[in-house]
């Protein structure tokens, strides 16, 4: 089978939804499409292959920028996001500074109960970094849709392998930007930390248990 031109995709009612290749891989389709179900519902969708051209991404994606209707993300040249535009909020800054891997030293370790599985905030909170990743950058457009729209980030740092992709959605009530880490990870004695600093506060914040969220 061959790489079809799209997916066509509609709902119950003969509606159509938008929808963006992701990859065709030994006669493997892997596609995504802009589903509206309710909470604890489901909803019926019908996709099919065609030969008609996908819709027209509406990001401007370069080698270190991508830029949609909400956001323009800047990568500086160690492959880090150095900029976050939010254009909705008259072009405000939302970064402090660049958002870098960090790797410290975990030769500090205070805790005597369970070392290989719990870190002590206070050894955190010693002077230990040891680099960022940024060695061996490369950095290419991974995809760029109707949907989402993707740089891919390779880097190398000592001895292991970082890939990390960027992404921002061009459809839908999506406002978030993801960067998805895949690492291949060759140290000792060793501790990886994404960093990042905004230009704005919030004292509560929301964190995931599993099977729901809590704010504290």
Same mark, same amino acid.
């Given at each position: 089978?061959?790489?079809?031109?799209?997916?066509? &995709?509609?709902?119950?009612?003969?509606?159509?939804?938008?929808?963006?290749?992701?990859?065709?891989?030994?006669?493997?389709?892997?596609?995504?499409?802009?589903?509206?179900?309710?909470?604890?519902?489901?909803? &019926?969708?019908?996709?099919?292959?065609?030969?008609?051209?996908?819709?027209?991404?509406?990001?401007? &994606?370069?080698?270190?920028?991508?830029?949609?209707?909400?956001?323009?993300?800047?990568?500086?040249?160690?492959?880090?996001?150095?900029?976050?535009?939010?254009?909705?909020?008259?072009?405000?800054?939302?970064?402090?500074?660049?958002?870098?891997?960090?790797?410290?030293?975990?030769?500090?370790?205070?805790?005597?109960?369970?070392?290989?599985?719990?870190?002590?905030?206070?050894?955190?909170?010693?002077?230990?970094?040891?680099?960022?990743?940024?060695?061996?950058?490369? &950095?290419?457009?991974?995809?760029?849709?109707?949907?989402?729209?993707?740089?891919?980030?390779?880097?190398?740092?000592?001895?292991?392998?970082?890939?990390?992709?960027?992404?921002?959605?061009?459809?839908?009530?999506?406002?978030?930007?993801?960067?998805?880490?895949?690492?291949?990870?060759?140290?000792?004695?060793?501790?990886?930390?994404?960093?990042?600093?905004?230009?704005?506060?919030?004292?509560?914040?929301?964190?995931?248990?599993?099977?729901?969220?809590?704010?504290?």
């Amino acid at each position: 089978a061959s790489r079809p031109e799209s997916v066509v &995709v509609k709902d119950a009612e003969g509606n159509s939804v938008l929808s963006q290749i992701v990859e065709f891989e030994n006669g493997k389709l892997t596609f995504l499409f802009l589903a509206d179900v309710p909470s604890l519902g489901m909803k &019926v969708y019908h996709a099919e292959m065609s030969d008609v051209a996908e819709s027209i991404a509406t990001a401007q &994606v370069s080698q270190d920028k991508i830029e949609n209707d909400k956001y323009i993300v800047s990568l500086d040249a160690n492959g880090d996001i150095s900029s976050i535009i939010d254009k909705k909020s008259s072009n405000k800054e939302l970064l402090d500074s660049p958002v870098r891997l960090r790797l410290s030293t975990d030769a500090v370790n205070n805790n005597s109960t369970f070392p290989s599985w719990e870190i002590l905030y206070e050894d955190l909170l010693e002077d230990a970094t040891l680099g960022y990743v940024d060695e061996n950058v490369k &950095v290419s457009v991974a995809e760029n849709g109707p949907l989402r729209s993707t740089l891919k980030v390779e880097r190398t740092k000592n001895n292991s392998i970082f890939i990390q992709y960027i992404r921002v959605y061009n459809a839908g009530e999506t406002e978030r930007i993801d960067c998805e880490n895949e690492v291949e990870w060759h140290e000792l004695t060793t501790l990886l930390k994404a960093t990042f600093s905004f230009t704005e506060s919030n004292p509560k914040a929301t964190f995931d248990l599993g099977l729901g969220a809590i704010e504290r």
